[in-house]
């Protein structure tokens, strides 16, 4: 595969300890960059940057080079991997973070392989947005296309920050309630536009088990549903898995229409739809390429009229 | 129109006080009837039973007429009208009910016209459960079609009328919330599959700006977004103008295939972007075939990948 074709991710990769209303796991291998890997692996060559710890289980190692994610740029630091706990609601649609400790990446800083460098494709999954700025400034040449998503910490202590990098992305892929806090407005609609105002034309409003709403490059709309689940066990990495899906869409077919960015929509939604059916990224494994486009088929059935 | 295509509803007529974040309105004619009717009456002709009191606007009525509603089932009783004052939350997404009174529907007990009976559709909107079960009661032959929706204080304090008459309909529209509190169910997958046990083969949640959720009469799910609105003036009403743009297509058609209760569903979809743009039925007035037309249009644009 060419260089063209490669997508660089960096993001937390972590130790999470998941707690829902009817099960529990403490050592969750989790983290943005390994969803977004695992969900995107399949569909492309995935070149990951981030640090663990002395701590992270090496058969979750084996798993992401099972995956065929390129590991060259996965530091690995003294001390524990970033640490994250938290607790799921009755309905699994919101959750507290009980803990969060950055460990290994309080001091990290990314140096990217050169094999990375020339990279078509980089996505800034959630992370303190000055080491996203980081990984974006090592590419020897501005990939095709620049993608970032983010969370409420960095709207509320790294506001600068995010601003910054957000003027250098093409697509924003962000929560509901984020976008809404990080324009001050209480219409997503209004929010929209003032995001697509700060860098990204192509915006993706993720609103968990209600699906995802996409401003295209073109500025229309997109809506597309999640699919509906009889059981969801664990919704930690739904959105990482999401970008995974969308970026590796467009990433492996290097279209970057309007319509096959509705199509990448809906890769994002697949894989997403299978990441809440366990914990970490159980369900993501082992999946055949014929499995992922059945189920990319129940979203045409779910959304045909 | 022969009889077949007609569309009956009954449900309650108010007048409303309604509060959101930026404006009030005091006297805003409503009640779940009312926007059926007003939302359904350009498809296919409207036969509405209900009560008002002494209080009722006459310009609502002239609006009715205009509309082509047919009145004849009106019943107009000393009294008041029944009054409901909410107020919204910031995000018009939950309000709060700050009054209730039945007034003339206290005593109310419907007569069906003889011009009714013998429509081939019928809606049994928002109001007690008896009053549902009476008005199928009265139809002279079993309707091609019976739709029901309900509220969350029917499946409080009504709750074995509601079971009796869910058991006699084909269609129940029912809020997110609502279908969990009927069923006892967190996941909506499990609660869709004990209400289509309960009676209704055709099951329609409403998720607000979030679209609906059908599962058809094979069982198949299809999900239908909102449109994403700049502005939303007043968010009372939607689900009731949801359900008679949805009756009205399947009474005007009188297609009931799977593929046609999907149209039915973007067509309620799209009355009900209508109605949230203005207080009471303000946007739904005077609206031209064209124009709902191409609003069902962006309904598509919004969808297709």
Redesign the interface.
Known sequence: MEAKNKLVVVGSVAVDWVIT?SAEREHSVGGAAVYFAMAAAWACPVQLVGVIGGDFPATALADLEAAGVDLQGLERSDGLTFRWKGRYH???NSRDTLETHLNVFERFSPKLPESYRGAGFLFLANIQPSLQMAVLDQMSTRPTLVGLDTMNLWIDIANDDLVAILARVDVLTINEEEALQLTGE?????AATKIRGMGPTTLVIK?GE??A?CFGPDG??????AL?????VDPTGAGDCFAGGFMAHLAATGDLSV?NV??A??WGSTMASYCVEGFSYDALRGLSREDIEARYQRFV?????
């Open positions: 209303p009755e309905n699994m209480t219409n997503l609609v209004r609103r209600y699906g709403l229309a709309l997109f809506a597309a549903p509906p689940l009889e059981s969801v319509a509705r199509k929509v809906i059935d779910l959304t045909r009229f």
